[in-house]
C-alpha cells in the first residue's frame, strides 16, 4: 500500500499512528505545519492533537505556523479544541477567523515570503515540531512534498522533530515538479539564480536530518478543497477591463503578445482573468504566482500558457481528480517552490511580474485594505499580495464596487485600514471600469478613481466629500471628521448609503 | 580651469552658457536632473530655467524628475517662477510644499527605488532633457558624477538631449567612487551580482551617447547643504534604546558585534545614533545605506566602520570643506551607487538590512506615517523608507513621542496616513522607549507600544481609546468615531491634548 513510498526501508520502523504523534505535543510548544491554500496539509496529526485536547479535558495550547491556510476542518477542529494560543502567518477559516476577532487568538498576519527569513534568524522562537505531508520519502530520506511546498523546507530545517504524513492518496506523480531551494543565512547570500519562471535551482526533495524524524503518519485523504465561485457578470466585467488593458500596453509598446509573467490571487475575479486570457489572443504566457488554481491548467490544456510557477495546487473538488489524475502530463510545465522563493520580492522586481491581487475596499486614492473588514474585523491576511505588489512591474488590485447588495462601497473616501498604500498601487479594477494611476498625483487620482471605479450609486457623495476635502486643501486632500464616517454609517445602520436629508 | 576636466578634447566645443541651456527647455517638457539629497545636484542650468520664465513673463512648465531633493533654492527658483507642473520622486523644500499641498504641483511621491525602473519601461512618458552634474567627462564621454548618483544613470540613457554641468569646484578625487550599474530590462535581467556592501559591479562613469550631448555648462557652485539639527537629550536617549536593543540582539546569539548592514534615514536621529555608535563596542561596521551624512564619515574616521555603500554624500555646511578635502583618504571605504542599487529591496533582503527610518506619527497597532502631516498635508516624502522597510533584516522606525512642544502626540489611535502598514514594522522607537513588535498580534503590540513608547501626558488618554476600541472587538480594535479624533482635535484646537472635562 505505502511501503514503496518508504524507499529508506530503516525509516519504516518509524511509522506511528496519529494519535502517538500527537502524544509528542505539549503545552507551549510551537509546531510548524505543511500547506497553503489547504493543499499539501498536514491532515492526520492536527485532529488527533485536537482529539487528544478533548480526551483530556484541557486544550493543549500551541503556536501554529504554516505555510498559509490549511483545510478548513484543520483549523476548526483546533479552534474548536481551544489549542490555538497564536497563529501565524495566514487563515481563512471562519471560526477561527472569529476567535482572532474576539482576541482568543494571537494572529500574526505576515508577508508569506517573510515568515521563514524570521525563523531562520531565531526572531519567532524555537520551532518544537514540523508536521509535513509527503507523498514519498527517498532512499536518502529526503521528504517528497505534496500538492504545495509553503514554508516546510525552513520547518523542516529548523525543527527538534520532524513528523511525516505520508498520503498515499496523493498522486506519487508530483514527484518530480518542486524546486526546494533555501537561501542561505545572511549576510553572506548568493543571488538566488531564476532567471526565468521555470528555471530549477534545487532539490526536488526536502532534504531531512533523519535522526530528528519522530515519526512517520500513514493517511491517504484526500487535500478538502473548497469550491471557487464562479464567473459572474460583475467578475466578467473586471477581466474585460483587464484584458483591454493589456491590449492598451501593447499598442503603446511596453508588452508584447506574451505579457510579462503574471502572478494572481485566488478567487472568482482571478479566475475570471484567467478565463478571459483562454480566449484572448495573447500567447507563450507564463505565471510566476503563488497558487496554481483550475484556470491554470485550463490555460495550459488550451495551449496559451508555456509554463506557470507557483507553491501549490489548489483545485476546485470538481476539477481535483481529473487534473490530478493528469499530474504527470504537467510535469514540464509546472514548478512547486517554498514560498519565499514563489514570493520573492527580489524576483518578482528581476521577473518582472504583472501582479494581480484583490482588494477588500480602496480609498479614493487608491490606498487598499485588503485584510480588515470595517477596519477592525480580520477577513483572512495580506497573503502574499505585499510581496508582489511593491516590487512588480504593474501592481493591479481589483474588486466589485459595491459589496452586500450595494450596502458597502468598495470605493471609500479614506480606506478604514491600509495595507498597500498609494505609493503601491498601479492600477484599480472594478466592474465598473479601470483606474490607470501610474503617474498621477493623490488630486488627480481621486478624479479617475471616483469616475472610473466607484459604483454610480455612491460617485456623487464621493465627489462630494472630495471636494469640501479640496477646501481644507493639502496633496491627499481628508476631512478627518467625515474620513471614517462612511465605515460608521454603516456599522450603525447597516449600509453606507447617505439618507435622503443629508445629502447634497 | 575646467579644461582637463573635458577629457575628450571634441567635447570642449560643446561648452555653453547656462542661458543658451535654458533655451532648450520648452513648455510641457520632461527634464531629469541630477540631485540626491541636495548633492550633486544641477546648479545652473534650473536657474537659468527660472529667470527664462520670468524674463519672457510666463513660466516655461516642465515635468520634473530627480534623485531626490535639490538644493533648496533650486526647488524655491523653479516653484518660485511656476515652472513645476509635476514633480517625482522627492522633495524637502518648503515653498514647493506650500505649492503642492495647495495642488499647484502635482507632486508624485514614490519609492526611490523605483522610479527608474517606470522610466525605463515608458510608464512615465517620454524623457527630452537630462541635466547631470560632473566632476570630469573622460576621453570615452562617460561622464563622472559629484556627490551623488541618483537617477542619472537612467536619465542619461533614456534622454533625448543631455546637458552637462560641470562643476570644476566638487574634488575631482571623488572619481573612482562611483559604480554606475543599470540593470538590463526584463523580463531577461540577471540578477545584481552585489554580495558585499563594497562590491563593485559597473563603471566609475556614467556611459552616454556623445551625440546627445546638447551642451555642457561650466560652474565652480558647491553644494548647498543645509544644516544638521544637533544631538539632544530626545534623540540621545532614542539612540541609548537602540544601542541597548542593538546589544539585546548579540546576547540572544542573533547578531555578531558587526551587527548587520546598516541602513539609516537622514536628520537629527540618524546622526546620534551614529554617533552613539562611535562611542560603542561595536566593530567592523557596514553601511548599505541612501544618505552618507557627516556621521558616517565620523565613524570611519574612528575605525568603527569597515566600509559604507551609498548613493550621496550629504554632509553639514561646517564638516563639508573638511571631508571632501580628504575625499581621496575614503575612496577604498566609499562606494557612490545609482539608488535603484543602493536601495534595492533584492539587494535589502540579500545583504540582511537593519533599516532605520523616522515617523511623522505611529498607531497604538504600528501603523506608520512618514509623509503626511495631520493626514493631508505633505510634509517631504516617502524617500527610500518603503525600499528598505519591507525587506529588512529588522525594520526599525523612529520619532520623538511628541512633537510642537507636546501638542502632538506622535502616537496615535490610527496613523491619519499609512506609509508602512502594521505588517513592514518590526521596531518603533521613541524616546520614551523601545517596542519590540516581532512576533506580535496587534492587541498585543498595542500595550508595547502605549507603555513603552507614547509620551506619559498621553498614555493613559491612549489606553483609554484601546480599552473602548476592545469592547467593539476585531483583531485590529478601533472606535471608528474616534479614531482620527486626536488629529481632528488639532486642527480645532491646536492641540491633541484631551481638555479635562472629556477625559476620563
Redesign the interface.
Known sequence: MYEDRIRNASLRDRVISADEAAAFFQDGMTVGMSGFTRAGDAKEVPLALAERSKRLGRPIRINLWTGASVAEEVDRALTEAGCLA?RLPYQSEKLLRDA????EV??????LSLTV??IR?????NLDIAVIEAVAITEDGGIIPSTSVGNSPTFVKMADKVIIELNYGQPAALEGMHDVYI?ID????????I??VGDRIGTPYIPVDMDKVAGIVITNKLDHFSPVSPVDEETEAIAGHLLDFFEHEIR???MTDSL??LQSGIGSVANAVLSGLKKSRFENLEMYSEVLQDSVFELIDSGKLRYASGCSITLSPARAKDVLDRIADYRDKIVLRPQEISN????V????IIAMNTAIEADIYG?VNST?V?????MNG?GGS?DFA??A??TIFVTKSTAKNGAISSIVPMA?????????VDILVTEQGLADL????P??RAQVIIRNCAHPYYRDALMDYYRD??K???????V??Q??SW??RF?KEGSMRIPVVEHR
Open positions: 497564536r482572532i476577532n474576539r482576541g494571537m494572529y500574526l498576519d505576515q508577508h527569513e524570521m534568524d531565531g526572531q519567532l522562537g537561501p545572511r549576510p553572506n547570500r548568493e543571488p538566488i539564480p532567471l526565468e503603446a509598446g511596453r510579462h509573467p520573492h520580492p527580489g524576483l522586481r528581476r521577473l518582472g490606498n480588515h470595517m477596519g477592525t474585523k480580520m495580506i505585499g511593491r516590487n512591474y504593474i478604514s485600514h491600509v495595507d498597500h498604500t498609494e505609493h503601491d501610474r503617474g498621477l498625483a488630486r488627480e476635502a479640496l481644507l486643501g493639502g496633496h491627499t486632500p481628508h478627518l471628521d474620513a471614517l465605515h460608521s456599522m
